[in-house]
């Protein structure tokens, strides 16, 4: 299949630093089969969108809505400084089906896995995807990548006990992105992460592998219990685990316990956190805080750059979707 995808980038200008495709369409999920009429979703990391943006718009003038007229200037501008700084085309007709592709920049990409600004293409990368191009001479990439999922296990370790299975562990993972993402209430699939956690426990399995290596000190698959994690739930580990989090998730944390009309400091509120018995519902609350104002704000980006139609016609699959899942 990757021959496939492969075929479809290449109608794309080049100057991208990664691109990979994702998605149920791409990527199994249980109830849900990968057909020709299932849409393929994209997203192409991009060294400067306003050239890129400038040579697509030449190539594939269709694929933008109305909005192109105002030249990609305006659509730069819309990227980078709206929403979750990505553009996305939608409902794309191609030689092999229906695409939806989006656009963010390098920098922008880098913020986001280094410091969950939105938590929107970072969060995407805490779960498998199929990685199409990714350039092995960008060092700052690939390091940002890698602790984007160091951030995701830590945080995860922050939301379980101390003992949990590896299933969990990956549903815990793969949750966070969604997390106060209010289309999980409307025009999502309600068994959406059990289902993709499911039917990708083995890539799940591959991506973290690295990472729970490297935290042996803290968290161990237990040989004798096959799918078993035990971990330290000390202050002490809590306090690593939480000092090591991306800066958003540590200010959200900030402010929230700062709610009182103190003023402590990012380290005084660690520590606070670390001793807190409730540890789990602070952190998640803070997830929360990311996402549900990226998703929000990225989901009224998506009604300018898809235009009304598309974006009713993608909004109404997605419902009836959901619907279906409901009988499931």
């Given at each position: 299949m990757v021959s496939v995808y492969q075929n479809i980038i290449r109608s794309f200008p080049r100057g991208y630093s990664m691109a990979f495709a994702y998605g149920s369409g791409v990527m199994p999920?249980?109830?849900?089969?990968?057909?020709?009429?299932?849409?393929?979703?994209?997203?192409?990391?991009?060294?400067?969108?306003?050239?890129?943006?400038?040579?697509?718009?030449?190539?594939?003038?269709?694929?933008?809505?109305?909005?192109?007229?105002?030249?990609?200037?305006?659509?730069?501008?819309?990227?980078?400084?709206?929403?979750?700084?990505?553009?996305?085309?939608?409902?794309?007709?191609?030689?092999?089906?229906?695409?939806?592709?989006?656009?963010?920049?390098?920098?922008?990409?880098?913020?986001?896995?280094?410091?969950?600004?939105?938590?929107?293409?970072?969060?995407?990368?805490?779960?498998?995807?199929?990685?199409?191009?990714?350039?092995?001479?960008?060092?700052?990439?690939?390091?940002?990548?890698?602790?984007?999922?160091?951030?995701a296990v830590r945080t995860a370790l922050l939301l379980l006990p101390d003992t949990f299975s590896e299933e969990e562990l990956y549903h815990t993972i793969a949750h966070l992105s969604y997390s106060g993402d209010f289309r999980m209430h409307v025009g999502e699939d309600k068994h959406k992460v059990r289902n993709i956690v499911e039917a990708q426990l083995l890539e799940f399995r591959k991506l973290y592998a690295p990472v729970l290596d490297s935290l042996q000190d803290y968290v161990l698959l237990d040989a004798t219990?096959?799918?078993?994690?035990?971990?330290d739930t000390s202050p002490h580990a809590k306090y690593r685990h939480l000092s090591l989090l991306p800066l958003q998730l540590q200010l959200a944390l900030v402010r929230d316990c700062n709610k009182d009309g103190r003023n402590r400091d990012v380290e005084e509120v660690l520590l606070v956190a670390a001793q807190d018995p409730d540890t789990q519902d602070m952190v998640i609350k803070g997830v929360r805080s990311i996402v549900s104002r990226s998703s929000l704000t990225q989901a009224l980006k998506g009604v300018v750059t898809a235009g009304l139609w598309k974006s009713l016609k993608y909004s109404t699959a997605k419902v009836k979707k959901m619907i279906s899942s409901w009988h499931r």
């Open positions: 999920q249980v109830g849900h089969a990968i057909t020709r009429s299932s849409m393929i979703d994209f997203i192409f990391v991009v060294e400067d969108p306003l050239v890129w943006h400038r040579e697509n718009m030449h190539l594939n003038p269709r694929h933008y809505s109305s909005l192109r007229l105002l030249g990609p200037a305006t659509i730069e501008t819309v990227q980078c400084n709206w929403g979750a700084k990505i553009y996305y085309n939608t409902l794309v007709p191609t030689h092999e089906g229906l695409i939806k592709y989006g656009v963010i920049s390098e920098r922008d990409l880098i913020c986001d896995l280094l410091d969950w600004e939105t938590l929107y293409v970072a969060g995407r990368l805490h779960k498998p995807v199929n990685i199409l191009h990714k350039d092995s001479k960008d060092p700052e990439l690939e390091r940002a990548l890698q602790l984007n999922l160091s951030y219990a096959p799918g078993t994690a035990i971990q």
